[in-house]
């Protein structure tokens, strides 16, 4: 019979904080503020009269006290989160929060809803655009056949005609390429307002987009009689122009980097801490016990607020858990690291997953959900934990170099080619074994090379 292991909600909500990065960990807890009476902040305030720390208590217990009490002989018990005086605080403080924050970009979709308004179009041509408006890809385009718009928009009888004289309003007062079915019609359409069309840029356009994207200049140069001086110009030209029409709006994909963990040398050794600060710690409100002693037995309050409490210390330890797993999770990850700390990228070793749940005597799901979306901020710069894992290749000595150090070769390489006659994988794999007796197939250069996004040595070239 098959064996399961059964997790318990606890257990569930430990690997779910694990795997929490910093900054969505801050979130959690001021979730679990807003929901938990008896989960505070542990930062030191400073302490008011005991007098009136003691009425101040009691006024709180008094008065969540009396909310349970009124639940329950309503039937309605539940969690209400804290007392009205702490939501008055908290919701001014997202008050404050939210004026500070930058407003949203707005997306291509809402920029044109915004423009529509100003548009000269009749009741049956505002129907038209907002429905071409919805949908446009994220790009700009409608790549879809126009009899197929026409027929789904909701407007009777609707014409692909009429759908062009919706976008051509559109293209002139926001850009000229929008609405275009494919790359080509967007250059096209771009070239036909700007008034920098010439015949080879459109010959270009036209017939030798692929040519282009995998630097065949030759080819491009041979079929249209022309030199290949001619070809870089017109090329330049159709650079100037704008791919996707729709990409200047929507809302930046800009990722906010917390490093969870900071290695720093101190006294001539390396230190691996967590960024604490980063994370306010929580502690239980002792108000529970008063309000313990003051509720009546068998109303249900004091069934509630043993939950609620019990709830409170699970959410704490699974926090300090967490903290102190990816402690030691981190000095594992750079005990075996330290030379790259000295050296950089090409004095990385293989480190397997497996390897440092060895050390940490943890399951290795544990140390996958630890790194996952973790930073570690070093000497050497800000990486993502997982960085620090990769597989490697043996030289010619017995090392082994990892798949890391090896890519920073191969970008190196790269680097200092002739851009005339650039090396191709295979001399690139030949180099590889000549300067640093790495023995590696050219297609495992070929994987490299395409996971640093590195041309191929044909796109590569310069003429």
């Given at each position: 019979?098959?064996?399961?292991?059964?997790?318990?909600?606890?257990?569930?909500?430990?690997?779910?904080?694990?795997?929490?990065?910093?900054?969505?960990?801050?979130?959690?807890?001021?979730?679990?503020?807003?929901?938990?009476?008896?989960?505070?902040?542990?930062?030191?305030?400073?302490?008011?009269?005991?007098?009136?720390?003691?009425?101040?208590?009691?006024?709180?217990?008094?008065?969540?006290?009396?909310?349970?009490?009124?639940?329950?002989?309503?039937?309605?018990?539940?969690?209400?989160?804290?007392?009205?005086?702490?939501?008055?605080?908290?919701?001014?403080?997202?008050?404050?929060?939210?004026?500070?924050?930058?407003?949203?970009?707005?997306?291509?979709?809402?920029?044109?809803?915004?423009?529509?308004?100003?548009?000269?179009?009749?009741?049956?041509?505002?129907?038209?655009?907002?429905?071409?408006?919805?949908?446009?890809?994220?790009?700009?385009?409608?790549?879809?056949?126009?009899?197929?718009?026409?027929?789904?928009?909701?407007?009777e009888n609707a014409t692909p005609e009429e759908l062009e004289a919706v976008l051509a309003a559109f293209r002139e007062a926001i850009h000229p390429a929008l609405g275009a079915r494919d790359l080509r019609e967007c250059l096209l359409l771009q070239l036909d307002a700007s008034g920098i069309d010439t015949?080879?840029?459109?010959?270009?356009?036209?017939?030798?987009?692929?040519?282009?994207?995998?630097?065949?200049?030759?080819?491009?140069?041979?079929?249209?009689?022309?030199?290949?001086?001619?070809?870089?110009?017109?090329?330049?030209?159709?650079?100037?122009?704008?791919?996707?029409?729709?990409?200047?709006?929507?809302?930046?994909?800009?990722?906010?980097?917390?490093?969870?963990?900071?290695?720093?040398?101190?006294?001539?050794?390396?230190?691996?801490?967590?960024?604490?600060?980063?994370?306010?710690?929580?502690?239980?409100?002792?108000?529970?016990?008063?309000?313990?002693?003051?509720?009546?037995?068998?109303?249900?309050?004091?069934?509630?607020?043993?939950?609620?409490?019990?709830?409170?210390?699970?959410?704490?330890?699974?926090?300090?858990?967490?903290?102190?797993?990816?402690?030691?999770?981190?000095?594992?990850?750079?005990?075996?690291q330290h030379d790259f700390l000295d050296k950089g990228i090409k004095a990385l070793k293989p480190l397997r997953m497996q390897e440092v749940a060895d050390v940490v005597k943890v399951h290795i799901s544990t140390v996958s959900r630890a790194v996952s979306g973790k930073y570690a901020e070093t000497p050497?710069?800000?990486?993502?934990?997982?960085?620090?894992?990769?597989?490697?290749?043996?030289?010619?000595?017995?090392?082994?170099?990892?798949?890391?150090?090896?890519?920073?070769r191969i970008a190196e390489l790269v680097s200092q080619e002739d851009p005339d006659s650039p090396l191709s994988d295979d001399q690139l794999a030949a180099r590889l074994e000549e300067r640093d007796r790495i023995h590696i197939a050219r297609r495992t250069v070929t994987k490299y090379r395409k996971a640093?996004?590195?041309?191929?040595?044909?796109?590569?070239?310069?003429?």
């Amino acid at each position: 019979m098959e064996q399961r292991l059964v997790q318990s909600p606890q257990m569930i909500q430990a690997m779910q904080i694990l795997q929490l990065p910093a900054i969505d960990l801050e979130e959690r807890i001021e979730q679990e503020l807003t929901e938990n009476p008896f989960l505070e902040l542990a930062e030191p305030e400073p302490d008011p009269e005991p007098e009136e720390r003691t009425a101040a208590e009691a006024g709180r217990v008094e008065a969540l006290l009396e909310v349970l009490e009124r639940r329950t002989n309503d039937r309605e018990i539940g969690p209400p989160s804290r007392s009205q005086g702490a939501y008055d605080e908290d919701g001014e403080r997202k008050l404050e929060a939210m004026q500070n924050t930058p407003e949203k970009p707005k997306s291509l979709s809402e920029a044109l809803m915004d423009e529509l308004a100003f548009l000269e179009l009749d009741e049956r041509g505002r129907k038209i655009a907002e429905y071409l408006i919805w949908s446009l890809d994220e790009k700009g385009y409608l790549p879809q056949p126009r009899e197929d718009l026409a027929r789904d928009c909701g407007v009777e009888n609707a014409t692909p005609e009429e759908l062009e004289a919706v976008l051509a309003a559109f293209r002139e007062a926001i850009h000229p390429a929008l609405g275009a079915r494919d790359l080509r019609e967007c250059l096209l359409l771009q070239l036909d307002a700007s008034g920098i069309d010439t015949p080879l840029v459109r010959t270009l356009v036209v017939d030798h987009l692929e040519d282009i994207t995998t630097n065949r200049l030759p080819r491009i140069a041979k079929a249209t009689g022309r030199s290949i001086e001619d070809v870089k110009h017109a090329i330049e030209t159709i650079r100037t122009l704008e791919p996707a029409p729709g990409a200047q709006y929507g809302e930046a994909r800009t990722e906010v980097i917390l490093p969870d963990v900071t290695v720093e040398e101190i006294d001539g050794r390396y230190e691996v801490r967590l960024n604490r600060a980063r994370v306010r710690e929580i502690t239980l409100n002792p108000m529970y016990r008063q309000l313990l002693r003051q509720a009546k037995k068998g109303d249900g309050v004091q069934e509630w607020v043993k939950k609620r409490v019990e709830a409170a210390r699970w959410f704490i330890d699974a926090v300090q858990q967490r903290h102190s797993t990816l402690q030691r999770i981190a000095d594992a990850i750079f005990v075996r690291q330290h030379d790259f700390l000295d050296k950089g990228i090409k004095a990385l070793k293989p480190l397997r997953m497996q390897e440092v749940a060895d050390v940490v005597k943890v399951h290795i799901s544990t140390v996958s959900r630890a790194v996952s979306g973790k930073y570690a901020e070093t000497p050497r710069g800000i990486f993502p934990l997982k960085f620090f894992f990769t597989g490697g290749t043996a030289n010619e000595d017995g090392e082994v170099e990892s798949q890391a150090a090896i890519k920073q070769r191969i970008a190196e390489l790269v680097s200092q080619e002739d851009p005339d006659s650039p090396l191709s994988d295979d001399q690139l794999a030949a180099r590889l074994e000549e300067r640093d007796r790495i023995h590696i197939a050219r297609r495992t250069v070929t994987k490299y090379r395409k996971a640093l996004s590195i041309p191929s040595s044909s796109q590569r070239r310069r003429f």
